[in-house]
């Protein structure tokens, strides 16, 4: 804990004395963000901004996953239909997000609508592969019990599948989150879009340095609390599957 | 053969419908599929292609070579050490939870808008990946392997060389993949901003022009080139990992 915590002190030192002697001139020493990042806590706009970004973050996240999951566990579950679609998702699949920033723009100006159009197109693929992984997982014993069982199909959805593919789909919006985060800011700052990123494009045209960099600490503040969230999340979820129980043990 | 009809079917169906569907249509936004093709072979002929993709493509080459070593290197060493690691890990954290883009501004101040401040951008990116799943991979060494490999007295380079980086293999060429596609979306970011070239810089540009047929055939180059790497870097995975899927697969059957 100590070493952690002095590692984190030996950060701010270094950016506190760096300026200070003069070796970097575009950087404001780190008490100086830090107050430029309490004038900032004080103001409304702030939050608005912070409110924006979180709002499109959630907001695409949630279509991504729903639509993720469905389709995965659709395309999962019948072979047929993953063995055809299974080109066209390696196609799509790397396909840069920020490729549509354009057509974003042109479709919904500087909206919502053109972030969350990128966010959801971005988030989608992780949650997908992961959820097709998952499925792919199921025991066929398990399966084969739960036919001869005559389990009917939604039952069998319900108590083989799901289960097994629950851990791969905590991963899949693990990346997810941390994927739309990136891509809700990045809208922001390019397109131009309502929230952080757009605050930091106009903090940076206007010279606004320790500003712009007290944004930039509250993005990377963001991102640390949506990780430990979502890894929170997936403990207390998954609590009863053995990749969760086996932690302590290590 | 039915292997082919199955990889191939649904993007010809898909490519098909795209085409009919959009035969008349009059949105202006979303001009028709045979538009789109004329302006994509008007659009990136050979020289455009050379002043534009070239450019690209070496920023992208230099920027995730970089972003490799330095990754890998810093990796191993902050991996090998637990103390370091400890030092270093909430730093790590927070540095990798900053979403790279918003780094583009600041490096923008330091390095200007040449080809050094997007080939920096792309590493500043890109390094995370490799360097957080190369200390994973690292930690994780087989401490067998390791006690063993000590008391043989492989120390230095020829315990990096011979047992950390073989063993963490597998997680570096995980990290690296993640890395790929970073980049790219990074070097089109970076040419967004401030660039004279580029295709980040040409597909904004048909967009503010309203050149729509042009600028879908630069979204679609831009697909071809993320998808051909991808296929690239499957190809280098399975030369470079052949012993590892060997092993996994012979310990499966």
Known sequence: MILRLSGLAGLLL?????????????????????AALADEAGTAAFWT??????????????????AGVAVGVLIGAVPTLRAWTASTVEFLRPIPSVALIPLAVLLY???????????VYAAFWQVLVQVLYGVADVDPVADETARSFRLSPWARLRHVLWPTALPYVFTGIRLAAAVALVLAVTAELVIGAPGLGSVIAVAQSSGALPTMYALIVVTGLLGVAINVGARYAERRFLSWHQSVRAEPAR | MRRALRLLALPVLLVAVWYAASLGSENFYAPPLRTILAAFADTWTPQRLRADVLPSLGRLAA???????????????????RRLRAAAEPVLEFFRAVPPPVLVPVIMLFAGIGDGMKVIVIVSGCVWPVLLNTVEGVRAVDGVLSDTSRAYGITG???VRHLLLPAASPQIVAGLR????????LMVISEMFAASNGLGFTIVQFQRSFAIPEMWSGIILLGLLGFA?????????????????????????
């Open chain 2, 63 to 81: 920027g995730y070579a970089l972003a490799s070593v330095l990754g890998v290197a810093l990796g191993v060493a902050i991996g090998a050490n």
């Open chain 1, 14 to 34: 270094l950016a506190e004395a760096l300026p200070r002697l003069g070796l970097v001139a575009d950087l404001p020493p780190a008490s100086r963000i830090l």
């Open chain 2, 157 to 159: 380079a020829a315990r």
């Open chain 2, 229 to 253: 790497l991808s296929e690239l870097f499957r190809l280098a995975e399975r030369h470079l990992l052949a012993w590892y899927h060997g092993l996994r697969d012979a310990s499966r059957s």
């Open chain 1, 109 to 119: 100006g500087t909206d919502l609508g053109s972030t969350l159009l990128l966010v």
């Open chain 1, 49 to 66: 901004a912070v409110g924006d970004t979180l709002t499109a973050w959630a907001l695409g996240l949630a279509i991504a996953v729903g």
């Open chain 2, 178 to 185: 993640q890395a790929l596609s970073l980049a790219i979306i």
